[in-house]
């Protein structure tokens, strides 16, 4: 079911979107990997369900997440396998659903065998925007109640990143969402963005209320921007 999350510097009551930003070395997958419970977070700094998440068994607290990396790592082994990796005993009509969903409906008709089709070495014949597409399904039949995002748009060029982040927003509306990027594209569709900077949110607020303060959100808005349009 749904379940309110609250992490030191932010609270995500179900269906809240939160970003957290900032460079490389920020915190940002530091302060995922304590909410997967992959090392202990300090006591009282991360609260689900009114309850410490140091209280829960790491595989109960790993259940309220569904996590899409920035790498999505595949197994040499068919379609249909790499997907139930999210839910064993899902049947084929809710694995074409969540391709669908991910926008990989074309995709899945132009493959030899369907589902049944071999990936090959870990996956190397698929294009990054696919394999993170593939990711998204994953996550989406997980059907956890918390999504963690983790730049599952690093590796992709700016046109095939907008066309991921345009599925996200579509597919997730109903999720609760911790997206952990760099990149700033998107931002505007979330509830609240926190910007980190040595493990610290030295700000936070919406897109707008943000660029508007002209702190570091903004000069790293101001520069991804000018970046862009240097290499239009």
Known sequence: GNRALSVVMSNLPPGRKVALVGHSGAGKSTLQALLMRFWDAPADA??????????????????????????????TSTLRQNL???????????????????????????????????????GQQMSGGECQRLAVARALLYDAPVVLLDEPTAHLDAITEQELID????????????????????????????????????????????????????????IQHDELIADL
Request: hydrophobic share 40%.
């Open 46 to 75: 991360i609260i689900l369900d009114n309850q410490d998440i140091r209280d829960y068994r790491s595989e109960d607290a790993r259940r309220v997440f569904a996590f899409v990396p920035q790498s999505t790592y595949l197994f």
């Open 167 to 222: 599925t996200l927003h579509r597919v997730l509306a109903g999720k609760t969402v911790l997206w952990a990027s760099h990149s700033l594209t998107g931002m505007q569709w979330m509830d609240e963005i926190v910007v980190l900077e040595s493990g610290r949110a030295v700000e936070r607020g919406t897109h707008a209320q943000l660029i508007k303060k002209g702190g570091l959100y903004a000069t790293m808005y101001r």
């Open 84 to 122: 139930h990796l999210a839910r064993p005993d899902a049947p084929d009509q809710d694995l074409h659903a969540v391709l669908e969903q991910a926008g990989l409906r074309d995709w899945l008709e132009q493959l030899p065998n369907g589902l049944d089709t071999w990936l090959g070495e870990r």
